[in-house]
């Protein structure tokens, strides 16, 4: 698929869940929240690491980056593949910087699920390795075990904690005997108790399109991407079929045009050498009969 394309189907997409509300449980996004990679693609040869780390470090900590070289010359291919801190600064990523143009180039950036990196070299370092390895952001240290005097320190905060649990329990108690209380006069005065009123509640209209994105929808929302593309392939294939056949029509019309120049000259020719016959056949009158007249003089 054209790049471009793919631009602008996330950027529907995106468009289209902002429309309709949808929760991040139920976003395509949430099919990436494993993995803290992105793709982007697009962008000028001449940028280094350090500018993309600069331009996209506005939506979070970049712990590691892959700009994609040539083995031979070195130089950039266009594409790099950028590892965030934090998994939810790549759905700010994709929704914010996915369609935008740096030096005159539209980019392309996209979540990538299974991020396989690159074979080690011998001068890779540990960091990376064990980035490589994790197969997203790093997790958080473990906690390391308290000491004796953290545990001392802790004990006054648990009583005060445990004596906070009790007042609440005893305030609970006393809301619910003045209940009873009042529920026990209550039935005592009205022997025959009144009916609960009929709570009306308005139906909310329900959007169609919202079940291509609920849970059960979400198998359907991949059908609807692959639909999607599919009818954008037949637009395409439909488009290059006319463009052909209309590049085919405007090559036989300039063929034919072409034919009947060369007509009309290779017929001007002939007529210009029938010219140039005749003048040349008066000259040879003309010279014929001074000659006669000279000879009758003589």
Same mark, same amino acid.
Request: hydrophobic share 20%; proline share 4%; aromatic share 6%.
């Given at each position: 698929?054209? &790049?471009?394309t793919?631009?602008k189907?996330?950027?529907?997409l995106?468009?289209?869940?902002?429309?309709?509300? #949808?929760?991040?449980?139920?976003?395509?996004?949430?099919?990436?929240? =494993?993995?803290?990679?992105?793709f982007?693609?697009? !962008?000028?040869?001449?940028?280094t690491?350090g $500018?993309?780390i +600069?331009?996209?470090?506005q939506?979070?900590?970049?712990?590691?980056i892959n700009?994609?070289r040539?083995k031979?010359?070195?130089k950039? *291919?266009?594409? +790099? !593949?950028? +590892?965030?801190? =934090?998994?939810?600064?790549? #759905?700010?990523?994709?929704?914010?910087?996915?369609?935008?143009? #740096? *030096?005159?180039?539209?980019i392309?950036? $996209?979540?990538v699920?299974?991020?396989?990196?690159?074979?080690?070299?011998?001068?890779?370092?540990?960091?990376?390795?064990?980035?490589r390895e994790?197969g997203c952001?790093?997790?958080?240290?473990a /906690?390391a075990a308290?000491?004796?005097?953290?545990?001392?320190?802790?004990?006054?905060?648990?009583?005060?904690?445990?004596?906070?649990?009790?007042k609440? *329990? *005893?305030k609970?108690?006393?809301?619910?005997?003045?209940?009873?209380k009042?529920?026990?006069?209550?039935?005592?005065?009205?022997?025959? &108790?009144? &009916?609960?009123a009929a709570?009306r509640?308005k139906?909310e209209?329900q959007?169609a399109?919202?079940?291509?994105?609920?849970?059960?929808?979400?198998?359907?929302?991949?059908r609807?991407?692959?639909?999607? $593309?599919r009818?954008?392939?037949? %637009?395409?294939?439909?488009?290059?079929? $006319? %463009? %052909?056949?209309?590049d085919?029509?405007?090559?036989r019309?300039?063929?034919?045009?072409r034919?009947?120049? /060369?007509?009309r000259?290779? =017929?001007d020719?002939?007529?210009?050498?029938?010219?140039?016959?005749d003048?040349?056949?008066?000259?040879?009158?003309?010279?014929?009969?001074?000659?006669?007249?000279?000879?009758?003089r003589?």
């Amino acid at each position: 698929m054209n &790049p471009l394309t793919k631009v602008k189907l996330i950027n529907e997409l995106n468009e289209r869940e902002a429309d309709l509300g #949808i929760k991040e449980a139920v976003s395509w996004h949430s099919e990436y929240k =494993d993995s803290a990679w992105i793709f982007v693609g697009g !962008f000028p040869y001449e940028l280094t690491e350090g $500018d993309l780390i +600069c331009v996209f470090s506005q939506y979070g900590e970049i712990v590691n980056i892959n700009l994609v070289r040539d083995k031979k010359t070195g130089k950039s *291919k266009g594409f +790099c !593949f950028v +590892c965030y801190e =934090d998994q939810r600064s790549t #759905i700010l990523a994709v929704d914010n910087f996915n369609g935008i143009k #740096i *030096k005159g180039r539209t980019i392309r950036v $996209d979540h990538v699920k299974n991020y396989r990196p690159p074979k080690d070299h011998e001068d890779i370092d540990d960091i990376t390795k064990r980035l490589r390895e994790d197969g997203c952001a790093p997790t958080e240290p473990a /906690a390391a075990a308290p000491s004796e005097e953290d545990e001392q320190q802790d004990i006054p905060v648990k009583k005060a904690k445990k004596e906070k649990k009790e007042k609440k *329990k *005893k305030k609970k108690e006393k809301k619910e005997k003045k209940k009873k209380k009042s529920r026990e006069s209550s039935s005592s005065t009205d022997s025959s &108790p009144r &009916p609960p009123a009929a709570i009306r509640v308005k139906e909310e209209k329900q959007d169609a399109a919202y079940d291509k994105y609920n849970h059960q929808g979400v198998p359907e929302r991949g059908r609807d991407r692959e639909d999607t $593309d599919r009818e954008i392939y037949r %637009r395409e294939d439909r488009d290059n079929r $006319d %463009r %052909r056949r209309d590049d085919r029509e405007t090559e036989r019309k300039a063929r034919d045009v072409r034919d009947r120049e /060369a007509d009309r000259r290779r =017929d001007d020719g002939r007529r210009e050498d029938r010219r140039e016959e005749d003048r040349e056949d008066r000259w040879r009158d003309r010279e014929d009969s001074r000659r006669r007249d000279r000879d009758t003089r003589r």
